[in-house]
């Protein structure tokens, strides 16, 4: 029977270099300037996710908040270890902070001007908990991360920032919105930049969280 799959498989490839594509040619760009026209932002994809598809992405922002949850419920009973993994070595040290610092402006700049270029909430958020996985495996000790979550109320942010963002979900799908803004300024997309903002914060946060609880209970790794 393998003679069988290799054929279908030759057959479909071939299918996909002769026949034509199904999509007009000029659909995907007619599609991509009536998103952009109706957000106000040349970031299609920044507008379906906060506009056009809203309501999914406000269940995407609740799925990630109960994960961080259930990680939190799951660990809870579990002995925390006493072993913390780190880097020791100087070179590794400098490198993984520099990669902090240009992951933290990188997932700044994400948060600020997704709407207007590549990126967004999320991929800033990625970037912003890439930061603080890199500075936890430098740290001196677990209990300085600890201590700094702790200072800086991040957990507290988190939840703030989540509220604010289903609040303001709400108010666009029941039919309100900001003025757009002039087309391609960083002050244009209506409430867009805000809900960026805010899954950024949000992703940031919970990443930091998330990574405690790797620190606490698994040593980090």
């Given amino acids: 029977m393998i003679w069988v799959y290799l054929v279908a498989g030759v057959l479909f490839f071939m299918k996909m270099l002769i026949l034509p594509d199904?999509?007009?040619a000029g659909g995907e760009l007619a599609v991509v300037d009536a998103i952009a026209a109706d957000t106000g932002i040349p970031n299609a994809v920044s507008g379906i996710i906060f506009r056009n598809r809203l309501y999914d992405t406000i269940f995407e922002v609740v799925v990630f908040t109960i994960a961080i949850m259930g990680g939190k419920y799951l660990l809870a009973d579990e002995t925390p270890v006493t072993t913390f993994h780190r880097f020791t070595d100087r070179p590794s040290i400098v490198l993984a902070r520099l990669g902090a610092t240009i992951a933290a402006l990188v997932g700044i700049e994400l948060a600020i001007r997704g709407h207007l270029s590549p990126g967004g909430g999320f991929a800033a958020g990625v970037a912003g908990g890439t930061a603080?996985?890199?500075v936890a495996i430098t740290a001196a000790s677990p209990d300085w991360m600890q201590a700094s979550y702790e200072r800086w109320q991040a957990a507290a942010w988190e939840k703030v920032s989540v509220l604010?963002?289903?609040?303001?979900?709400?108010?666009t799908l029941v039919g309100g919105e900001l003025p757009l803004g002039q087309f391609g300024t960083l002050l244009s997309g209506g409430i867009i930049p805000i809900l960026n903002i805010l899954v950024a914060l949000k992703v940031a946060l919970g990443s930091w969280a998330v990574t405690l609880l790797f620190i606490r209970y698994r040593g980090l790794l």
């Fill in 22 to 24: 199904p999509v007009g």
């Fill in 132 to 134: 603080i996985g890199l």
């Fill in 164 to 171: 604010i963002f289903i609040a303001l979900a709400v108010f």
